[in-house]
């Protein structure tokens, strides 16, 4: 009996020394079993007080028995252990209130309970029934996310993969950004906690991001196709929303009716009008996109011959003109007015030959005559030799010249009409003949002058060319007429001269021999 008025009256000490120390505010929630922690510092027994009015809970290890709701209090502890800790079972408002645990000179511990209530309506502004949210890539969102505060006031935080973007203690947060395309289909989460309260709640929402489309026709920005073929183009392209707009466009001059609906673009039969820049163009509610390729179109070359006269020496020029501009060239062709092959002359590789003076033959205008080009850009159209040919004749002029098929030697019968023939090339034309026979000349007008086919050896092959036939007729009175006559030509060049050896044809001379002796 004196044993429990001792402990009672132990229960109902005050203790009226300051208590402006520091407290321990807690939140609990309804029925959650809360533990109060105290460690005693000295020997003296630890005593716990609580509401009303710092009342005496327990004792060291002994719960008052006195309150009606002992049966949910317990000081836990441990023989050996210096921690006397109060826990209240099925916490509720009758708890609510100031707690001390007295430990003498070790100082006290001052501790506060409230009833906490959870967060509630926390939502996320932008999101539909199926918990998305819309962007515009590159463009600023917002999102807002906003919560109807529980006890006490919580954080509001915006994460993405549990990094915290935004962060802070309000009822209402935006996080604004500019989506990249990396943001698209990614989870965005608002969630609200508490540090002094065990409480979290969260929303997830996936962001769908409005792109401008992704647009290609071709890695190769430069597109060869040879003329005459069909051209086909197909604009690839990826887009995460509807399409609003697909179209087609020439970006050059020459113009012709595109289908701007398809994918496809095809050009059948192409030329080379059609050759430049292409563009596909296409367009969704986020933006538009363009890719553009450039078209060569193939064809052989056009191929012109030039003529350069420096003097010294001349020049031709091969000059080629298609597409690809890069071309091959063979060896130049030197042929007669009747295409009789002279010679073969070799290109220095650029389309272009030079033709020095040559030594008795520059000087009979031997180079006259029609000169061939042969140039390639690889390109054939059916099948056919890649290599175009180019012309150009050259006109080459000088003084007269005797062709090599003239006969030194030409026969006549006495009593009769001989003819002296010569054959010649002169550009220009003679203004003058004269003949000659043992420094007498004959001045004739008995004589013809025609255009004719001639034979000659031009640079070592004989060939066909264009030039005229002298025949000077005379009347073959004696004997003395046989010898030897030297026929001069004259143009505004200068003169050419060739001896005749005129002879006496040989079985009529025998047979006038014959009949002089009877």
Known sequence: MGLRIRISQLFCLFFTFSELLAV?????????????????????????????????????????????????????HVNGSPHYNLQIRRFSSEDEGNYKCVRGSGGDEFFTLTIGTYPRNLTIGEEDSQHIVYGYLNHVLDLHCSVVHGIPNGKLMWMVHNQTLEEKTTASLVYSFKPKQQDHLQNY???????????????????????PPVVLIS?????????????????????????????????????????ERSQYLTIKSINRQHAGKYRCTVINMAGSASDIVTIEVYYPPTVLVTFEDHGNYRQLNCEAHGVPDQYIYKQWEHRSDYSDLIRYLPDDGSGRLILPNTTGETDRHHDRGLYICHASNNVSLNGSNSFV?????????????????????????????GNLTVDFVSYPEITI???????????????????WRLMDKVYNNTVTVNGSRLVISMNIENKHDFRSYTITLRNKFGLANFSIYFRLRQLLYNYIKLEETL
């Not at 065990?198 to 962001?207: F, W």
């Not at 040879?226 to 466009?249: A, I, R």
């Not at 000088?398 to 009409?417: A, E, H, M």
């Open 389 to 417: 040919r180019g012309e150009f004749f050259l006109k080459a002029q000088g003084k007269p010249y005797f062709v090599t098929s003239n006969n030194n030697t030409q026969y006549g019968i006495k009593g009769q009409v």
């Open 24 to 76: 321990t505010v807690l939140y609990h929630f309804e029925n959650d079993t809360v533990v109060l922690p105290c460690e005693q510092l000295s020997n003296e027994q630890i005593v716990w007080q609580g509401p009303e009015k710092y009342s005496t809970y327990g004792y060291g290890d002994i719960i008052n028995p006195k309150f009606s709701k002992s049966n949910r209090l317990t000081i836990i």
């Open 433 to 451: 003949f004269t003949v000659i026979g043992e420094d007498k000349i004959h001045c004739n007008d008995n004589y013809t002058l025609e255009t």
């Open 219 to 259: 890695l190769n920005k430069t597109l060869g196709i040879t003329e005459g073929e069909d051209l086909t183009l197909y604009c690839n392209y990826s887009s995460n929303h509807e399409v609003k707009e697909l179209k087609w466009e020439e970006m050059f001059q020459h113009k012709s009716p595109l289908d």
């Open 189 to 211: 989460t608002c969630a609200t906690k508490s540090d002094i309260s065990q409480y979290y709640m969260e929303r997830t929402v996936q962001l769908f991001v409005f792109m």
